[in-house]
């Protein structure tokens, strides 16, 4: 199946394989370009609420991730949380 080129490099730049995108690694790795880039806009824009809610319900989905690769595989949550530059949980 074919990606966008922003995907690929996303997971590329997170040192993931860029045909693996259902990995919760990779997932993770798009959710966090996502959060980063709607953080900026509402920072730019405060009383954008709708924007504010869908950011929430990201970060919410990207903890269940990492919750979820912190159990199954704990040497791939370090790597991650390290190279994305992310807080742990």
Not at 50 to 68: E, F, N
């Amino acid at each position: 199946m074919k990606y966008s080129k922003e995907t690929s490099k996303i997971i590329q730049d997170a040192g993931l394989d860029a045909s693996n995108v259902g990995s919760s690694e990779a997932q993770i790795a798009l959710l966090t370009d996502r959060i980063r880039s709607l953080t900026e806009h509402v920072k730019l824009h405060k009383k954008d609420v709708h924007s504010r809610h869908g950011l929430v319900k990201l970060v919410s989905q990207r903890r269940k991730q990492l919750k979820y690769l912190r159990k199954t595989k704990l040497d791939s949550y370090d790597a991650l949380i390290t190279k994305l530059s992310i807080r742990g949980l």
